[in-house]
C-alpha cells in the first residue's frame, strides 16, 4: 500500500509529525488517472487502486469527496472495471444540483477522491445457479457492474451465451457501453474468448435508433429471442442480473418471473439478481 496515499485524519497527526500534517491527504485517498465525458450527463474515470483491496466483479464501493463541513461526502458506486484490472473505473451520472456529482463531475486527473476498501454487492455470480446463457439487464449508469462482468473471463468459463441489453432515451447515452463491447471484441488477451459469446442488445427509447424499445417490452414480446436467434427465457438455462432505477428492477423482475426464474441472493443462489442503480426516482 502506498503510505502517501493511505494517511488518514489530519486532525489525529501527533505534534510529532508536522511534515506529514502538512501534507495531509484524504482518509482512503485514491489517485484519479483519467477522465472522459460522454454526454452532459454522463462521465467515467479511473483511479488508482489500493493495492490490498479484493473485489468480485459486480460489485460496489463507497466513494466520495470531503464536503464543505470537513466531513467525507460518499456515495454507493459500481466498480466498472474489472477485478483483474490494476485501476479502478467508475461510470457516473451527473446530477445538476446532486451534494457529490455536481462537485465529483470536475475531477481532474491527478485530483484525489475517497474510495472506502469495502465492496458488497448481489451482482455477482456466486449468486447464481450454474447456467447456459447469462442476461445483464440495464438502462442507464445500470451498465457499471455489467461493464466489469463483461470484461472477466469467469463470465465467459461459466456461460455459452452472455447477452448485455443496455437502453438509453437516446444514442449518445449508450455510447460508453458500446465502445466498451467493441474495445472488448479487439482486446488482445480477452477477445478470443469473448468472440461469438458476447451478444450486445442497445436500444434507445427517445430517439429513432435500428434497434429500439425498453427491454421489459422487448423480453416480453420476444422480440429480442427472435433478433438474436435464441430460445425464450426459461429457468433451466437462463440466468439474469438486473440494474436500473427502481421503476425499472420492479417491472422487470415481473417479466423474468413469467419466464419461471427466482431471484436468488449471496445466500441463497437461484436464478436472478437484482441491485438499483440508484436510489431515488432519477432525473
Ligand atoms: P443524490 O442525492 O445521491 O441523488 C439525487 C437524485 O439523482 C436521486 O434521488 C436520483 O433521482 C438521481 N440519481 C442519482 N444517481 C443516479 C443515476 N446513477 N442515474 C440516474 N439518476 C440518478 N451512480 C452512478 O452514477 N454510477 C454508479 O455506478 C452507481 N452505482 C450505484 C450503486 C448502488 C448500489 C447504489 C445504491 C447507487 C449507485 N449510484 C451510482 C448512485 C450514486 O450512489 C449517487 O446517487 C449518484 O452518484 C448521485 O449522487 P449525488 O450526491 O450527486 O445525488
Ligand atoms: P422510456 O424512455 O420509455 O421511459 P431514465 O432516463 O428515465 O432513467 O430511463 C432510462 C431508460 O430506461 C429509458 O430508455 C426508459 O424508457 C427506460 N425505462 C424507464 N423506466 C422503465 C421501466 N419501468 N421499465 C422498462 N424500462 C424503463
Given at each position: 500500500m502506498n503510505e502517501s496515499l493511505t494517511l488518514t485524519d489530519a486532525a489525529s497527526q501527533t505534534p510529532a509529525a508536522p511534515a506529514k500534517a502538512a501534507k495531509a491527504h484524504l482518509p482512503d485517498a485514491q489517485i484519479v488517472t483519467s477522465v472522459k465525458h460522454w454526454t452532459d450527463r454522463l462521465f467515467s474515470f479511473r483511479v488508482t487502486r489500493p493495492q490490498s483491496l479484493r473485489f468480485r466483479s459486480g460489485e460496489f464501493v463507497m466513494i466520495g469527496l470531503m464536503g464543505d463541513n470537513g466531513k467525507p461526502l460518499l456515495r454507493a458506486y459500481s466498480i466498472?472495471?474489472?477485478?483483474?484490472?490494476e485501476a479502478l473505473e467508475f461510470y457516473s451520472i451527473k446530477v445538476p444540483d446532486g451534494p457529490l456529482t455536481s462537485k465529483l463531475q470536475h475531477i481532474k486527473v491527478g485530483d484525489e477522491i475517497i474510495l472506502r476498501p469495502k465492496p458488497v454487492g448481489?451482482?455477482?455470480?456466486?449468486?447464481l445457479l450454474p447456467g447456459k446463457r447469462i442476461w445483464f439487464l440495464a438502462t442507464g449508469t445500470g451498465i457499471a457492474p455489467f461493464a466489469s462482468l463483461m470484461r472477466d473471463p469467469e463470465t465467459y468459463e461459466k456461460y455459452d451465451q452472455v447477452i448485455m441489453m443496455h437502453t438509453c432515451r437516446t444514442a449518445d447515452e449508450l455510447e460508453y457501453g458500446r465502445q466498451l463491447v467493441e474495445n472488448l471484441k479487439a482486446d488482445e488477451l480477452i477477445g478470443e474468448m469473448v468472440e461469438g459469446k458476447l451478444l450486445y442488445y442497445p436500444t434507445t427509447t427517445r430517439e429513432e435508433t435500428p434497434h429500439m424499445g425498453r427491454i421489459t417490452d422487448n423480453l416480453t414480446s420476444g422480440k429480442v429471442f427472435q433478433d438474436l436467434d435464441l430460445p425464450r427465457m426459461n429457468q433451466a438455462e437462463d440466468r439474469a442480473m438486473v440494474c436500473g432505477s427502481l421503476a425499472f428492477n420492479v417491472d422487470v423482475k415481473a417479466v423474468l418471473e413469467s419466464f419461471g426464474l427466482r431471484e436468488g441472493a449471496n445466500s441463497g443462489p437461484l436464478e436472478y439478481v437484482v441491485e438499483k442503480a440508484f436510489v431515488g426516482e432519477g432525473i
Open positions: 466498472a472495471s474489472p477485478n483483474w484490472d448481489t451482482l455477482v455470480h456466486d449468486a
